[in-house]
């Protein structure tokens, strides 16, 4: 059984047990992970959403980050991320289709994102939510990777068209 649940970024303690559990994963799962610094200094000063998946043990087992632009009603995903041995399960679609959802009562009507070029499993899943190639962002990372934007246009029922 698992908990999808919202909050903004700045309402997490830096000392929450919660905190140390999205660096950990960012840490051990993302390609591209932050530093706690970068953590520490982007949740200080946002107003961006915090989504989480939570276990029944109370674990956060997947999390994602969201910056939502009210004046071009668009969301940004900046991470998403589920532990491995939950990936392919459906889990990852859900918590997707219930982000969606929040950021479509919101008023966004567009999710973009950036992915890195080589990572196919990622580019694979966006691409079976419906997510359309915009453009690839030369030397977008600061190791110098490049990096595939992507945009998802929801529709009016908050469903992912």
């Not at 946002?46 to 029944?56: L, Q, T, V």
């Not at 087992?61 to 991320?81: D, V």
């Not at 997707?96 to 990572?119: D, P, Y």
Request: proline fraction near 2%; charge should be positive; hydrophobic fraction near 40%.
């Amino acid at each position: 059984m698992v908990d999808y649940k919202f909050s903004y970024i700045k309402e997490l303690s830096h000392d929450s047990a919660y905190f140390e559990q999205i660096t950990e994963l960012d840490l051990l799962y993302m390609p591209k992970p932050w530093s706690r610094a970068t953590w520490k200094n982007f949740k200080s000063k946002s107003e961006d959403f915090f989504y989480c998946i939570k276990s029944s043990e109370d674990r956060i087992i997947g999390f994602a980050l969201c910056h939502f632009n009210q004046l071009m009603e668009e969301t940004h995903l900046l991470k998403i991320c589920v532990i491995p041995k939950l990936r392919g399960s459906g889990i990852s679609s859900e918590f997707f289709q219930f982000i969606a959802s929040h950021q479509t009562n919101c008023g966004s009507i567009k999710c973009f994102l950036e992915v890195a070029i080589q990572n196919k499993e990622a580019i694979q899943f966006y691409n079976k939510l419906g997510f359309a190639k915009l453009v690839v962002k030369k030397s977008f990372y600061s190791d110098g990777s490049d990096a595939l934007a992507l945009l998802l246009e929801y529709n009016k029922t908050c469903q992912i068209k």
